[in-house]
């Protein structure tokens, strides 16, 4: 889990409360993680807020990743790639299947969203580092993640870099990725996120600590430790 050593005192409490999934075990059970863009970040002056939310299970990594950032300006506020490192320290896995809504924005800021498909980015792994990107597809510079519209429901900040732009369709607001990474378990942290923004290299933010660990990922660390302290 994610400083398990910083976390160990709370997961001894939600531990002695009986915070935990009754009936499933250990190995099955996915644990949640959290990341987010640290309060503030910018991009060429502009607002960007990013979230990715990666479930570990065994031998599988799933990452929704999320563009929060209402009514945007320009692409360069869009999401391209997430890097992130397995703390169990894999350095290889394949991208089994991903999934996102495609989002046409006109020129007038009103936007029509298409079906689900495939995004089509790609993933490499660098050592221990895994990169999912937009950048360098043939899908590129379509499909990057637009953030949502603002409360009238459309993109009136919009600019001519996303409403009729050859940006378009996006991938509204989110997308799902499915890896496949051999020797990942439910205790697998995340660690060194980076998101990658705009439509071209160089335009990264660096989250150094998750935002959140979910219940479901506090309830595996429990079973983990449970099973440690019989063991010792």
């Not at 299970?57 to 990743?65: C, D, E, K, R, S």
Request: charged letters at 10%; aromatic letters at 8%.
């Amino acid at each position: 889990m994610v400083s398990r050593c910083v976390f160990a005192p709370m997961l001894r409490r939600f531990c002695a409360l009986g915070i935990v999934l009754v009936g499933v075990s250990g190995p099955a059970l996915g644990a949640i993680i959290v990341y987010e863009t640290p309060a503030g970040s910018a991009f060429s002056g502009e607002s960007v807020w990013a979230r990715a939310t990666f479930t570990t299970a065994v031998n599988q990594v799933t990452i929704v990743l999320e563009n929060l950032q209402a009514d945007q300006k320009s692409v360069g506020q869009c999401l391209s790639g997430l890097r992130f490192i397995l703390s169990t320290g894999q350095s290889s896995g394949a991208l089994s299947s991903s999934n996102g809504v495609e989002r046409t924005v006109a020129t007038n800021g009103t936007y029509s969203d298409g079906g689900t498909v495939s995004v089509g980015w790609q993933m490499s792994v660098t050592g221990e580092e895994f990169f999912l990107t937009l950048l360098g597809t043939s899908m590129s510079p379509k499909h990057t993640i637009l953030g949502p519209p603002n409360a009238s429901d459309v993109y009136a900040r919009a600019n001519n870099s996303i409403n009729g732009s050859s940006h378009n369709p996006f991938l509204g607001e989110s997308a799902a990725f499915v890896l496949s990474v051999p020797g990942v378990t439910a205790g697998s942290g995340i660690s060194s996120v980076t998101f990658c923004f705009n439509t071209s290299p160089g335009s990264e933010i660096y989250v150094p600590e998750p935002a959140a660990l979910s219940l479901l990922g506090l309830g595996g660390a429990c079973l983990v430790f449970r099973r440690r302290r019989r063991q010792s």
